[in-house]
């Protein structure tokens, strides 16, 4: 194992110190309600997460959008701030750093607004008539408007 020995030492990304340099990227749970809030299942799922071992847990998209998508975690409203603290408590008490993917739009598997940088349609979106088979290509507006 000496040529892992890094990884298990104590990290810092900015003032955030870690525990280690493991991170556990952001993985879709779809665990949230249907309405955008934090789950007792979300919880567990992070909680088990932040006990395996890992010093950072960067947790699954969280959307700021008016319209969410059913399972996905909302923070456009005050009203999500109490789940998402018990979130981050549980993350911290299980030795973890947390920190939240954010995303204001869904890219190319948007069904509002399919957009990308490139125009290229999403590799998987031909299993969905809801889905636009060619997003538009992304403009300097919409980076400055989401």
Known sequence: MTE??????PGRMGRMELRNRIIFPPCGTHYSSLDGFVTDRQLDYYSERAKGGAGLIVVEACYCRKNGKAGRILANSDKYIPGLKKLADIIHEGGAKAVMQIGSHRGSTDEEDPASPSGIPHPFAGWSP???LHPRVITVADLENW
Not at 4 to 9: D, I, Q, R, S
């Open 4 to 9: 892992f020995t890094k990884l298990f030492e």
């Open 130 to 132: 809801i889905i636009s």
